[in-house]
């Protein structure tokens, strides 16, 4: 599975630890996407980038943190703000809007458990 | 914002059978519909999609189907098989900036 990757698959911390996931794709997509899925939840957006140096908060931003200094990087810090960050982590990607008002197909990556304790 | 909204929350059916899921949503400016299956462990990943300016859509055993004024949408899966064991999302997007999910459906085939 080449595409988007996503690093470490399972990650433990500490309470009170800022903690940063990896995401990389090499799909030459312009957005990107942070989701976090909890069983029985589905997925929801924590943020979004549609191009280099700027994104969006998402529907459960607080507590979480990202950059998007280069096409290909977009991660994610889950700060100690985050009241219960146990979760699995997902990170997308797709073609993105060039300007337009059209959706495209999001690729994932292969998610990253995190367990804070 | 947008809402969306997916039943029932878990199916089984008998191999060779059909499996019906539904979604509705809130914002009549959705335009754009994905359904991912996730196996356990794994990524999402995309089965079908429809825009709004389509119907009906079919994929081998695979058929989503929309009614903008009722707004709701469905999947269709004939000829169940084991391999379609999984949860699946759907989904509904206005512009691409965000994607608004359903909770999940996980389908059991039984052989």
């Known amino acids: 599975d080449g595409g988007i990757t996503q690093s470490p698959k399972y990650l433990f911390r500490k309470e009170g630890q800022n903690v940063t996931l990896s995401c990389e794709q090499n799909l030459n997509h312009d957005a990107m996407y942070w989701y976090r899925q909890d069983p029985g939840q589905g997925l929801r957006l924590i943020y979004y980038s549609q191009i280099v140096n700027d994104f969006q908060k998402g529907d459960i931003a607080e507590g979480y943190s990202v950059s998007r200094e280069k096409k290909e990087s977009f991660p994610l810090t889950v700060t100690s703000a985050q009241k219960n960050p146990t979760a699995f982590y997902l990170c997308?990607?797709?073609?993105?809007?060039?300007?337009?008002?059209?959706?495209?197909?999001?690729?994932f990556g292969p998610g990253t458990r995190l367990t804070v304790t | 914002g947008e809402n969306v909204e997916q039943h029932p929350s878990t199916l089984s059916v008998q191999e060779g059978d059909s499996a019906v899921i539904k979604c509705t949503y809130s914002d009549s400016a959705s335009n754009y519909f994905p359904w991912y299956k996730q196996e356990l462990g794994k990524r999402p990943q995309l089965i079908i999609d429809?825009?709004?300016?389509?119907g009906e859509k079919k994929d081998q055993r695979i058929a989503v189907t929309l009614n903008k004024t009722a707004k709701h949408f469905s999947l269709h899966i004939t000829e169940t098989q084991p391999e379609d064991s999984a949860v699946y999302f759907c989904?509904?997007?206005?512009?691409?900036?965000?994607?608004?999910f359903g909770t999940g459906t996980s389908l059991t085939v039984i052989p």
């Open positions: 997308a990607s797709s073609k993105g809007l060039a300007g337009g008002h059209v959706a495209y197909e999001q690729y």
């Open positions: 989904a509904a997007s206005v512009t691409g900036n965000q994607f608004y």
């Open positions: 429809i825009r709004s300016n389509v």
